[in-house]
């Protein structure tokens, strides 16, 4: 009898013991697959976290430099240098030019180079001449042999006296009005700003951080800069990945890799143990830089394979205890390693929380909404119990302005997400103008991350949301015309069509002017004396409008603006002042040639709604000016206006 009890003992042990270790082995491998996943999506996530906040730190003094390269102050300033070279007061005036940058903006550092004398300026004066073939200015000969406009490199700040820190520069390009460079403006940055950034997140979610150029040479990590001219592949021992790398320049998503082994039992596509990391790498293109993030997974594989040989020992130990308890415990530990996942992701969550305005997950297979918080916007927006892709709609109809609806609902659509998962892009984006009341619009951005969950099978979709208007206001600067500092055709035909939907019925006047007989300045006296009586032409027109009337030159030696107006009255002597205004000599040297502008004038919403409409009928006017005998001006009067006055147009002009 104790035999058998002996036996049935052992029996039912080893039963259990096989069933235990057969179910803790599966429970390890489906949570060791999630653990590799969720580091995957967290890897992601913080690269893109990174990212935004590189891009919002960097962006600032590539946009300033940029505006000051532009700036005619430089450029007159260059180009007067060669007569002033000893005089202190002039250069006294860069002096407070650049320290008014420097001081204002909190820069380390903002200086001049002179390509005619070679002169480095900055706020504290004249540090030194650069020397041809000097290896400390090889950045400014690689500049000027650039067809790029600016460029970004790490140096020594040789106007920071004996410390002498490492920094992040911006150097741009200032252009004569025929394409040559008179010299190159520069902001400079301490790398410590960066590196505290990058050493915030290692500490934070464990990670390695290192911005690479277009080379692969590490220009900022807590470890190097770009002065030492270190390669990170040959330093990590990852030169097979170089080509994946660097040649991603074209694409704006993240490209997630498994480097150092070959996964468990073979395995490809997770890490293999101590050495094996998650890489995360993503373009800059502002910047024309790599962001590489490294997450060691070694640490996360040690803890699990810890935690799961101390739970096998402590069950050897009860393994008298009944079947149920087993399964108790079994579930406990799956709930532990569950909890470390999600405490991981909660951490992460928090801290994105934190740059974005609002952050929603859903469901894309399924086609719904995921989470509490999801779900309450959903029934803020009227759309409770809907399928994601009609809370979409109900969302472009009630919030979205009209041109953009289409695009949003295009872009987040389950079908189009799961298209571009299908492609490799796991990062969907749309910029997009948003109302809150229902008459003010906004600039929005979403990023979208779309990820395979194994918890149910299913795509998810986190969105993030972020108010991007001062980003758009900063992108208005690419909307000016630099010649002659009026709106561009495209930006002017925007900025009117936006106007006349928002205020459809407001009477409004639109203004076509063109040079008389421009042609003949340009054959005369050749387009050089041609530009410069565009220029005056120009100023003379935004002279006589406010600033917050919409001028725009739409090509050539043609100009528009759109104005508000009390009356037609006021409209046809503001035309009549124009006339006058513009009738002047353009003078350069020993050149001299009369101007004279004709111009066409239409109104809003008697001629048309839209840009379009206004300016054919401008147009036309203007056309009857020329005929007239031109310098002068014509109101446009269609047949549909003859109970107003005179049928045909009505003509004034300068004899």
């Not at 009860?318 to 406990?332: K, P, Q």
């Not at 953009?404 to 189009?416: L, M």
């Not at 998810?460 to 949301?465: A, G, I, L, Q, V």
Request: hydrophobic letters at 40%.
């Amino acid at each position: 009898m104790r035999s058998r009890v002996i036996k049935t003992n052992l029996l039912v042990g080893v039963i259990l013991l096989i069933g235990f270790l057969l179910t803790a082995w599966f429970s390890h491998r489906a949570n060791y697959r999630v653990s590799l996943t969720a580091l995957e999506q967290v890897s992601a996530l913080t690269a893109d976290s990174i990212y935004f906040r590189l891009s919002s730190i960097l962006n600032r003094p590539v946009t300033i430099a940029l505006t000051m390269a532009g700036d005619t102050f430089l450029a007159d300033w260059l180009l007067r240098e060669g007569a002033h070279l000893d005089e202190a007061e002039f250069a006294r005036a860069i002096q407070s030019y650049l320290a008014a940058y420097q001081e204002r903006d909190h820069f380390d550092s903002v200086f001049l180079v002179s390509a005619a004398s070679r002169r480095y300026y900055s706020a504290g004066g004249i540090d030194r001449v650069l020397a041809p073939g000097a290896p400390e200015n090889a950045w400014y000969a690689a500049l000027l042999a650039s067809k790029r406009q600016y460029s970004l490199n790490v140096d020594t700040d040789k106007t920071a006296g004996a410390g002498k820190a490492p920094a992040v520069f911006v150097n741009c390009k200032i252009m004569d009005p025929w394409g040559e460079v008179l010299g190159v403006v520069g902001i400079g940055i301490r790398t410590d700003v960066l590196k505290r950034i990058l050493k915030e997140y290692e500490e934070r979610y464990g990670v390695e951080v290192f911005l690479l150029d277009r080379g692969g040479t590490v220009e900022v990590s807590q470890g190097h800069t770009g002065e030492e001219h270190k390669d990170w592949f040959t330093l990590s021992g990852r030169e097979q990945l170089r080509g994946a790398i660097l040649d991603r320049r074209n694409s704006d998503a993240n490209f997630g890799v498994w480097a150092g082994g070959g996964g468990e039992n073979g395995e490809t596509d997770g890490p293999a143990g101590p050495g094996s990391s998650y890489l995360v790498t993503r373009y800059m293109p502002e910047l024309s830089w790599y962001l590489v993030v490294e997450q060691d997974a070694a640490p996360l594989i040690a803890k699990m394979r810890s935690q799961i040989s101390t739970s096998i020992l402590v069950l050897l130990l009860i393994l008298a205890s009944v079947f149920t308890v087993i399964t108790l415990v079994i579930r406990g530990f799956n709930k532990k390693i569950t909890g470390i996942i999600e405490q991981r992701l909660g951490l992460f969550k928090q801290a994105t929380e934190q740059l974005y305005d609002d952050i929603y997950e859903w469901n894309i297979t399924h086609n719904r909404c995921v989470g509490a918080n999801t779900e309450e916007y959903f029934a803020r927006i009227g759309a409770s119990r809907r399928s994601f892709d009609e809370g979409l709609r109900i969302i472009a109809e009630k919030q979205i302005k009209p041109e953009f609806r289409e695009g949003y609902v295009a872009r987040f659509c389950t079908k189009n997400a799961l298209a571009e998962f299908r492609k490799g892009n796991h990062h969907l984006r749309y910029d997009f103008m948003i109302t809150q009341d229902g008459k003010s619009y906004h600039w929005m951005r979403i990023d979208a991350h779309v990820f395979y969950s194994p918890d149910d099978d299913s795509l998810h979709m986190f969105t993030y949301r972020k108010n991007i208007d001062a980003e758009k206001q900063k992108e208005g600067l690419a909307n000016i015309d630099e010649m002659t500092g009026c709106s561009t055709k495209k930006a002017t035909e925007r900025m009117i069509d936006d106007a006349l939907l928002h205020h459809p019925d407001a009477p409004a006047a639109f203004f076509i002017f063109d040079i008389d007989d421009f042609k003949q300045a340009n054959d005369t006296f050749g387009h050089a004396f041609g530009d410069r009586c565009i220029r005056e032409f120009s100023a003379v027109i935004r002279k006589h409008f406010r600033e917050q009337d919409i001028v725009g030159r739409l090509g050539g030696d043609e100009f528009a603006a759109f104005i508000p107006i009390p009356s037609h009255a006021w409209a046809e002597q503001k035309a009549r002042e124009l006339v006058e205004a513009l009738h002047f000599v353009c003078t350069d040297g020993e050149d001299s040639w009369q101007v004279s502008a004709s111009i066409g004038v239409a109104f809003a919403p008697e001629d048309g709604t839209r840009f379009i409409d206004l300016y054919q009928a401008a147009d036309a006017a203007l056309y009857e000016t020329k005929q007239n005998g031109k310098n002068g001006f014509t109101i446009h009067r269609p047949e549909s206006r003859e109970g107003e006055g005179n049928a045909g147009a009505g003509r004034s002009g300068i004899g």
